[in-house]
Each structure stands twice: as C-alpha cells, then as structure tokens.
C-alpha cells in the first residue's frame, strides 16, 4: 500500500508539491540501527495506532542521525505546529494503558542544510521527554496522507491512565509536532534529527525508528528566479541569490560598538573563528536591520575594502556572504549606518588551524 501511495504522490508532484520530505540529504547509523530502508523516511507516514509502531521505518540506532530535505516545498511558520515528525512509539498497555515505548531524538531544522537551529528536547525526562520526537503514537496513514496534515493536540499524558476497554484514539495525526516560532527562520527546508544514545530497543534494534516527516504548513518553491530555495512570492530580492528573508542573528558582533546592533549574525557566531588549513572561504549570515541605511555598509578584509565585491546590502533583509581566505589570518570588518544616526562597527579574525589530535 505504501509504495502505491508514494507512486501516485510522486506523480501528482508533477502539478502541486506534496507536503512530506522528498530527500534523504544524510545518514548516519549507530549501533543497534539500520533496521528498514531509508526511502521509507520520505512520503507520508503510515502509523500502527495507539498500541502497535509502524514498520515502514528506517532505524538510527542509538546516537544515530537523518537529515531530510524538502525539495519543491518549505516549512513555513503559521499558526500553531508547522510540521510533525512521526516515529513509531505506542502505549504500553495492562487493564489501562501506560506510557509510551519511546525511543527520543533531538528535532533541528535548517534553510541552507548548513546552519541548525535545534528545538530543545529533554532527554533526561522520562517517560514523555518533552521537546523531542518519537514519544507520540501515529495515526495518520499512508492511505489517507491528509490525515498527517492535522497535529493532535491531546497532550500524550492524557492518554496515560485509560481503561484499555474503553480507550478511545484521539483527534489528528499523533507524531510529535514543532513550531518554527522562535527559531528565527522564515522557512526551513532541512529537518535533521540525532537519536538519542539511551538504551531503548525491540528485536535487535535500537533509537528512534523514523517513519516521516511532513509540512503541516508550507510553501510551494515555484517562481524561483535566483534559484536560492526561496520562491520569488517570498524572497525580498528574488533576482539576488545571496538576499534571504530575515533571520534572526545570534551574534551582535565583536567591534567598537554594538549598541545600535544594525548587523546582526547567524553565523558566525563568536568573534574569532577557526577553520581547517585546506579551507579557502567561510560563510557569513548578515542579518541587516531594516533601520540599516544600505548605502553605509562597508566589509574589509585586512584592511582593504572588499564592499563593491559583496554587491548589495538590502535593509531588512539576511545577506548570505563568501568571504575568501587567501593567508593564515584574515581580519573582517563590517560597518553599517542607521537612519537614526546610530553606527554599528563589528570585527571578526579567522584563522585557518590544523586539526587538533
């Protein structure tokens, strides 16, 4: 049933973006994993119900990690959860049910497949480890994809302490469901999740056992004129490539003055960075206030002005820049005015290191 559903998914692709992964971008077994087939990550889930985990899964074993791609769609923040990541975990099950049988993993999401942003997830507290995945059964089913498309939102604890006679499933698909709000995003194509190292493991296997992940919100990437993941209906500069929506910068910066924070970064994200000898560029994610007066951006790179080489600076928006590295030492220094007079100057040194032993 499933290979037929992901057949028909596949080319109804053709007119309109299916809300589920469409790639494994990358896999890392640990012990104890390896159980199923990665291509059963992709497409919708096909849960077992409250008391049974699906076996259209993939094992990661313990400590193992996916990353998952959406290709023609992103995740986009709407209201509530935006997307569910599905595993196979049930309740345990006397004269009334128990907690599940979980096997927990750490859920990050990215837009570039570079940069991680990850949700916290507490692995130390059993049996419902709030934040993680692979705790909520699956209800959704490969013959109805749309049934993933409806996160439950009966809290799992509620469905612990219930005569089993008389237990009655819940509303919405099950899985565990995340919200992109306040990862600082404006859309996230990659979805990656690292299994948990605990014991946890049923005939032979072990960690968490994906089943899919789908986009309860999303965006079809149509339009896409600067090829940049980014359909033009969202991108602020859909001719320049290296011109991203807002993201929220994690780093204020390392210079003179960071008061006015008119450049703010989601990488790097310390003052002195350090990178392999055998790299020649490292990546900056600029965030620029939409007060920056674009025109007042200037970068140096030891102590020659390299502005003109970077193209434009657009207020209000994130610019993606490859600064190379021609020594051991390279010296950035980023300057941006605000229309309110404020200055904001930030300095960074990357050196290239051997790898420590």
């Not at 290979?3 to 692709?13: D, E, I, N, S």
């Not at 971008?25 to 919708?44: M, S, T, Y």
């Not at 995740?75 to 049910?97: R, S």
């Not at 780093?251 to 350090?274: I, N």
Request: glycine fraction near 12%.
């Amino acid at each position: 049933m499933r290979v037929l559903v992901l057949l028909a998914l596949a080319l109804a692709a053709r007119a309109a973006a299916d809300p589920f992964a469409d790639r494994v971008a990358d896999l890392q077994v640990g012990a104890g994993g390896g159980g199923g087939d990665p291509v059963w990550a992709l497409g919708p889930p096909d849960g077992g119900g409250a008391f049974s985990g699906s076996h259209d899964t993939i094992s990661l074993g313990l400590g193992g990690m996916i990353t998952l791609e959406f290709t023609d769609n992103a995740i986009v923040d709407g209201p509530g959860p935006d997307f569910t990541v599905f595993e196979n975990a049930f309740l345990l099950t006397g004269e009334v049910t128990y907690p599940p049988f979980a096997e927990p993993a750490t859920v990050s999401v990215s837009d570039d497949g570079v940069h991680f942003v990850a949700f916290p997830c507490a692995l130390d507290d059993p049996p419902y480890y709030p934040g993680c995945a692979g705790v909520y059964p699956v209800f959704a089913t490969a013959s109805d994809p749309s049934s993933a498309l409806v996160p439950s939102t009966t809290p799992i604890a509620d469905l612990v302490g219930v005569p089993f006679a008389t237990f009655v499933p819940p509303g919405g698909s099950g899985g565990d469901s995340f919200d992109l709000a306040g990862t600082g995003l404006a859309q996230a194509r990659f979805v990656r999740i690292i299994a948990s190292g605990q014991r946890f493991g049923l005939d032979g296997l072990a960690g968490f056992d994906l089943d899919a992940v789908a986009a309860v919100h999303s965006l079809d990437l149509v339009g896409d004129t600067d090829g940049d993941g980014i359909p033009d209906a969202s991108d602020p500069c859909p001719s320049d490539a290296t011109c991203r929506p807002l993201q929220r910068g994690r780093f204020t910066g390392g210079g003179r003055s960071d008061r006015e924070r008119a450049l703010t970064y989601a990488a790097p994200t310390r003052r002195h960075v350090e990178v392999a000898l055998d790299e020649t560029h490292v990546i900056f994610a600029v965030a620029v206030a939409p007060t920056v007066e674009p025109s007042s951006v200037r970068l140096t790179l030891n102590g020659r002005d390299a502005s003109a080489a970077f193209g434009t600076f657009t207020a209000g928006t994130t610019k993606m820049v490859s600064l190379p590295l021609d020594g051991m030492r390279t010296v950035v220094r980023l300057r941006a005015a605000t229309t309110r007079g404020g200055m904001d100057v930030d300095h960074f040194v990357i050196r290239k290191r051997s790898p420590r032993p």
